[in-house]
């Protein structure tokens, strides 16, 4: 791989033996590129210019690695559905830790490259579907300026992989900051070893959040910044109608990066108790739960942390309890100012809150676009179609108006904020699906204009039309799956 600018320097590798298994992706018969994100490989100071077809795709199928790789699998647990499991890499390989010309640590990782130790009688391989779906949305979360892991490429593995039926195998390689998880650290909580856990934190401080070596308690600083993290995080994916649809302690990076796209989707019409994923019969992982969740998850974080906070493990809870707790207020205000920014309201006033939640009523009620109806906010003049014809939105409108003259900025700026902030396009679900179908049986087309399509999400332009409408009747897409 001369030539092609990997720069690895590895130190996950370092920590206890507990927390990885060393080993290799299992060969594959026959790789095929499928899509490979040439702008990321530039970002990450990456030159595969005078490297043949077959050799990238013998390396994004892990046939060969390239050399200061250290490949291994991640051991974690994680309470998926709030019930506590073992889990673990059991179809992704970290190949090591790449620097980037910035000086920016990534991982890079398989998912999909055969069987670990922690594959728990399953196969390690993944199909092409899913794996096109985690780049088409993990693509468009950073191209809407949320935190997200990136994917670098997808090459088919020319075998089948068997679920209800033979489907095309796939190999993702995914980028991240780190694939540091809430479930890591309940896996080093399980080790009954204060050590191990102060080795976790001590790591997780030194590669995420360096300027917390300053403070006193180090352990609970930590805690607060994922907390913080997270609240920015849970905001962004509110503010488009996201919803991750798996939010498992395992699926929580301490990071604040979104990181596996299962059964993920974007709302259409608002409703705060949206859910696609077909597993979540209880509605665990909707919409409106989202922030709920996120804090349960931080909860679950803090208990691997009391040992390090207080040998009374009262006054440790006491003191967990007291910052998990913070983080409804803390949420609350980072939503208001989402929403605030989303309708061009510059300041805060005390009128604010009820006229956003008068909104979301109603366009609960008419049944309103998300996405579309904010974006239709931000032209200079009120939306006539419906279902924007009915006194009740038109009483609305009159009284945002109010609030934007009372703005100290002019309704130029507003309407820049606005346009900021509300997209334009969003990976529509029926869209996602028409796209991987067609890309399922070899017709990539779709996919390529769609990702052209989602690279400039706040800048509207006429070809975006085929892209922004609303799933007709018959396009409705009710049921997200992990597709594992």
């Known amino acids: 791989m001369t030539g092609s600018g990997f720069n690895f320097d590895n130190t996950y590798i370092h920590l206890p033996k507990a927390f990885y298994t060393e080993l290799s992706p299992v060969p594959v018969r026959k790789p095929e590129i499928v899509i490979f994100n040439a702008p990321l490989a530039t970002d990450m100071g990456l030159d595969f210019s005078g490297i043949s077809t077959d050799i990238k795709a013998a390396l994004f199928s892990g046939n060969i690695m390239p050399e200061g790789s250290e490949p291994l699998a991640q051991a974690y647990a994680g309470h998926q559905f709030g019930h506590f499991t073992m889990l673990g890499d059991g179809r992704a390989i970290v190949w090591g830790e790449h620097i980037t010309p910035s000086g920016q640590r990534l991982d890079i990782q398989f998912k999909g490259s055969g069987p670990t130790p922690y594959s728990r009688g399953a196969d390690g391989r993944a ?82 959040y360096p300027w917390i070596k300053e403070e006193q308690n180090k352990t609970l600083s930590l805690l607060k910044a994922v907390m913080e993290k997270q609240a920015d995080l849970i905001t962004h994916w509110m503010r488009v109608g996201f919803i991750h649809g798996v939010m498992n302690t395992d699926n929580m990076t301490l990071s604040g990066e979104t990181i596996d796209y299962g059964p993920c989707a974007f709302m259409d019409a608002y409703d705060p108790r949206t859910v696609f994923s077909s597993i979540d019969h209880m509605e665990r992982y909707a919409y409106a739960n989202q922030p709920a969740i996120a804090q349960w998850n931080l909860a679950r974080l803090a208990e691997t942390m009391l040992p390090l906070l ?102 130029k700026s507003s309407l820049s904020l606005m346009r900021a902030n509300n997209p334009a396009v969003i990976p529509r679900n029926q869209k996602v699906e028409q796209v991987l179908d067609a890309a399922t049986n070899g017709d990539l087309k779709p996919l390529k204009d769609l990702l052209t399509a989602l690279q400039e999400p706040y800048n509207n332009r006429s070809n975006l039309k085929p892209y922004q409408s609303p799933p007709k009747k018959e396009e409705r897409v009710y049921q997200t799956f992990c597709g594992t």
């Open 127 to 208: 199909v092409l579907g899913p794996m096109l779906r985690e780049y088409i949305i993990s693509e468009a979360m950073h191209a809407l300026n949320i935190p997200t892991t990136r994917s670098l490429a997808v090459v088919t593995n020319g075998e089948k992989v068997y679920r209800e039926t033979g489907l095309p195998g796939a190999i993702l390689t995914r980028i991240a900051s780190s694939h540091i998880r809430v479930g890591t650290f309940e896996y080093a909580a399980l080790q009954q070893d204060k050590g191990i856990i102060q080795t976790l934190v001590n790591y997780t401080i030194d590669r995420h």
């Open 310 to 411: 207080d040998d009374e493990m009262e006054k440790a809870a006491d003191t967990t309890e007291e910052a998990v707790n913070s983080f409804g207020a803390l949420y609350k205000d980072k939503w208001l100012s989402m929403m605030r920014a989303k309708l061009g309201l510059f300041g805060a006033r005390a009128e604010d809150e009820s006229l956003i939640t008068d909104l979301l009523d109603w366009m609960q009620r008419a049944g309103a676009d998300y996405t579309n109806t904010f974006r239709h906010l931000t032209e200079e003049k009120p939306p006539q179609d419906k279902p924007y014809n009915d006194r009740a939105f038109k009483e609305w409108y009159t009284r945002w108006q109010v609030q934007l003259a009372k703005n100290t900025k002019p309704l």
